[in-house]
T-cell receptor, first 115, second 112 residues
Framework: DAGVIQSPRHEVTEMGQEVTLRCKPISGHNSLFWYRQTMMRGLELLIYFNNNVPIDDSGMPEDRFSAKMPNASFSTLKIQPSEPRDSAVYFC?????????????FGEGSWLTVV | SQQGEEDPQALSIQEGENATMNCSYKTSINNLQWYRQNSGRGLVHLILIRSNEREKHSGRLRVTLDTSKKSSSLLITASRAADTASYFCATDGSSNTGKLIFGQGTTLQVKP
């Protein structure tokens, strides 16, 4: 199994630019999560989808952030416009909800630096 | 706010020693999980303990759960330099949605 695949792995962008992070979950998983990790705030859940439907987006910082899941094998997290405080590692993760354990499988992360 | 809080924040031990990390949480749970994160990598699931279990073992890992105190501990026995990583507990807050909330983590350094 290829695991959760994220792209890009690293991105450096200028303030004000649009950033799009991409994720391919593990085939067959029905839940997808976007987390953000920083030294100051730790690992924060931004949004999660179940069967491609956003269930809880209460962790999304503000309107500059948006996430979509057009199909079961693809999701995007978009930041527009980006700001330096958005610099963080963004993790996508997937799981098979209802499997009695909800073990989450993480991608390797997208390291974002906004200058 | 984070559901789980780990203690200590950082731990440094010698190879061969045991490492114990603690986690406290706030709400009722269905299960509690521990994850490991190597520097620059994603989190990897280690072990899951259900709310009706008190102790679970997996190799050199031992996890305990005390639901009355809303706390859990992760013990790594006979530590190795390769165990150097950050360790996180995560809880589901008794939901069945698959949503997990992670603690701040314990950074473990095992010196060879």
């Amino acid at each position: 199994d290829a695991g959760v695949i994220q792209s890009p792995r690293h991105e450096v962008t200028e303030m004000g630019q649009e950033v799009t992070l991409r994720c391919k979950p593990i085939s067959g998983h029905n839940s997808l999560f976007w987390y953000r990790q920083t030294m100051m705030r730790g690992l924060e859940l931004l949004i999660y989808f179940n069967n491609n439907v956003p269930i809880d987006d209460s962790g999304m910082p503000e309107d500059r952030f948006s996430a979509k899941m057009p199909n079961a094998s693809f999701s995007t997290l978009k930041i527009q416009p980006s700001e330096p405080r958005d610099s963080a590692v963004y993790f996508c993760a997937s799981s098979l909800a209802g499997s009695g354990g909800n073990t989450i499988y993480f991608g390797e992360g997208s390291w974002l630096t906004v200058v | 706010s984070q559901q789980g809080e780990e203690d200590p924040q950082a731990l440094s031990i010698q190879e061969g020693e045991n490492a114990t990390m603690n986690c406290s949480y706030k709400t009722s749970i269905n299960n509690l999980q521990w994850y490991r994160q190597n520097s620059g990598r994603g989190l990897v699931h280690l072990i899951l303990i259900r709310s009706n279990e008190r102790e679970k073992h997996s190799g050199r890992l031992r996890v305990t759960l005390d639901t009355s105190k809303k706390s859990s501990s992760l013990l790594i026995t006979a530590s190795r330099a390769a165990d150097t990583a950050s360790y996180f507990c995560a809880t589901d807050g008794s939901s069945n949605t698959g949503k997990l909330i992670f603690g701040q983590g314990t950074t473990l350094q095992v010196k060879p």
